[in-house]
């Protein structure tokens, strides 16, 4: 059974940090680039940042530039997004999401999020208020 499931969402003040996680199971973890979306209340989804899934090669929205960081631990089948200096706009359900982009040899295409992802995590709230 695959299953992607986040986690360390929660409440932060402005500027505070996060780090959520993406734990995956039952498939070949390796194999999948992992991206990171997000979709804020009567806003549509959008691409948070993805991270290939050999080469290491990662892309970023230009709102998360320099403050999110992706990364990933194959030998946990996790992949995590550290969130610095986070603003009210970053407030979100944040989904990760597993595809193998095969045509692009496991790279994450720069408009990975226009690609219909073969898996889904269920998403985690992250809320930032003072």
């Known amino acids: 059974q695959v299953q992607l499931v986040e986690s360390g969402g929660g409440s932060v003040q402005p500027g505070g940090s996060l780090r959520l996680s993406c734990a995956a199971s039952g498939f070949t973890f390796d194999d999948y680039a992992i991206g990171w979306f997000r979709q804020a209340p009567g806003k549509e989804r959008e691409g948070v940042s993805c991270i290939s899934s050999r080469d290491g090669s990662r892309q970023y929205a230009e709102s998360v530039k320099g403050r999110f960081t992706i990364s990933r631990d194959n030998a946990k089948n996790t992949v995590y997004l550290r969130m610095n200096d986070l603003n009210p706009e970053d407030t979100a359900v944040y989904y990760c999401?597993?595809?193998?982009?095969?045509?692009?040899?496991?790279?994450?295409?720069?408009?990975?999020?226009?690609?219909?992802?073969?898996?889904w995590g269920k998403g985690t709230l992250v809320t930032v208020s003072s």
């Open positions: 999401a597993a595809d193998p982009f095969i045509l692009t040899g496991g790279s994450c295409p720069a408009d990975y999020y226009a690609y219909d992802m073969e898996y």
